[in-house]
């Protein structure tokens, strides 16, 4: 392989004119409502009874102390003034979900004990702003079958609820493959800013639902409760949950070592390091404004079917915000990981030369660059060009009301600290 520039396609532009009033197909509206019969509002007791009831009758969660941030978390959607009865109810499905998963995580580990014995050997780690090329780096690295990687599937479901025959799909992918479907049919454009397919590698972070410290609930909901509680409380003892949940994930299928990647991992790196001590860290950098006009875009996108009225200007103000926290967090814990286990990656330099990256992050790893890595880590760059399904058409300003060199200089402590490029915005 030489020192190719990142694979690109004459692009498509897209222009998505009707964010601040957005039209409204029948698919729209009905998401807006949501199911008739599932409550728009669920106790914390609510959540557990009906996740106890998925999972046929289980009721050891574990260390309670994940109840105190569920509280705070149904409190926040309650206070969300802008939600959809649908859009609530999207999440309270998702909470009760995420707590049948913990019911089986524990169910299986109390069975199954030696599962603590697994070892989570030297896991390659990448944190790095939204939009600033993690999913391509993860879903890249992960053609290096000796990584164990997670797919989108499994993450939404780690354990299998029934035991399956030979040669027979998993209802788990059947079940993702299908909701990511229709999500993708209601946002048609949703696949050119960030693809949900189900055997994609996602994030880890969604593991952290489980001890209802994930930041993805912030991306659908305006929730500042429970974002100053996350901000206010140490998150380790919910990355050593995670790792548990590694654990279990490796014991059912293997290898042991991961390749795992977050943006909430960037303001969690003192976390992320007393968690996993031997890891290696991957953090990526970009230009903080074309984050946030990407970001948003997407976001914003994506509230016409949870969120009457949507109010662009509020979500603009919201995470331009939360960015700047997300950012100061990561400047007072970069310390936490040393030079010999940890690389900063410019966002441009990954995108003028991915395969110089790639080495980088081997060397630092010490994983080893045989041919037939090699080739097939070459395959995923030729079949996964940049702007594969089409390239957005931003307006920071015009659509979200931010400035962007107001913005370059509220966010010059990030800058100094390390040299993205600017990009047009």
């Known amino acids: 392989m030489g020192n190719a520039a990142a694979a690109e396609v004459a692009p498509k532009d897209i222009i998505i004119d009707d964010l601040a009033d957005p039209v409204l197909t029948p698919e729209i509206i009905a998401a807006r409502q949501g199911p008739a019969d599932f409550p728009d509002t669920l106790t914390v007791d609510e959540v557990l009874a009906r996740a106890s009831e998925m999972t046929g ?65 030297r896991p390659l780690i990448i944190a790095g702003l939204p939009r600033s090329g993690t999913t391509h780096l993860v879903n890249w690295l992960a053609r290096d079958e000796r ?15 029934i035991q399956l025959k030979e040669g027979e799909v998993d209802p788990r992918l059947q079940r993702s493959a299908e909701f990511w479907a229709a999500f993708e049919q209601m946002l048609p454009h949703f696949v050119a800013m960030h ?12 593991l952290l639902f489980m001890d209802v410290n994930s930041y993805n609930w912030e991306w659908q909901s305006r929730m500042p409760r429970w974002t100053d509680h996350y901000f206010a409380h140490d998150r380790t003892s919910s990355y050593l949950y995670e790792k548990k949940v ?19 991992h960037m303001e969690n790196l003192a976390a992320m390091k007393a968690a996993f001590p031997d890891a ?39 995470w331009a915000d939360r960015i700047e926290r997300l950012l100061r967090e990561c400047l007072a814990q970069r ?53 594969k399904h089409g390239r957005i058409i931003y307006n920071l300003k015009g659509d979200f009301g931010l400035d962007p060199d107001e ?11 390390f040299p993205v490029k600017k990009e047009a915005c």
Not at 292 to 304: A, E, F, G, N, P
Request: proline share 6%.
């Open 57 to 121: 009758g289980l009721t050891d969660f574990g260390p309670e102390d994940f109840k105190e941030r569920l509280c705070i978390t149904l409190q926040a959607w309650e206070e969300d003034e802008g939600f959809t009865r649908g859009g609530r109810i999207t999440l309270l499905q998702h909470a009760v979900r995420v707590m049948a998963n913990r019911l089986r995580i524990e169910d299986i580990v109390k069975k199954h004990p030696e599962i603590l014995e697994v070892k989570i050997d």
């Open 335 to 387: 310390e936490a990981w040393g030079p010999d286990q940890s690389l900063d990656v410019l966002f441009h330099e990954y995108m003028g030369d991915q395969e110089a990256v790639m080495r980088k992050v081997y060397d630092m790893a010490d994983l080893e660059l045989t041919p037939e890595v090699e080739g097939a880590l070459l395959g995923y760059l030729n079949e996964n060009p940049r702007n």
């Open 195 to 206: 693809g949900m397919d189900a055997s994609h590698i996602h994030e880890d972070n969604e």
């Open 407 to 417: 913005l370059r200089e509220r966010f010059k402590f990030y800058y100094d600290a």
């Open 246 to 264: 590694l654990q279990v994930l490796t014991w059912l299928r293997g290898p042991n070592r991961w390749i795992l990647k977050s943006p909430q």
């Open 280 to 318: 290696t860290m991957v953090i990526t950098h970009r230009d903080p404004v074309a984050v946030l006009q990407s970001l948003l875009t997407m976001v914003c996108y994506c509230d016409r079917i949870r969120r009457d009225p949507v109010d662009p200007i509020g979500l603009g103000k919201l």
């Open 147 to 161: 990584l164990r990687s997670l797919t989108l599937w499994e993450s939404e479901e780690p354990v299998p609820s």
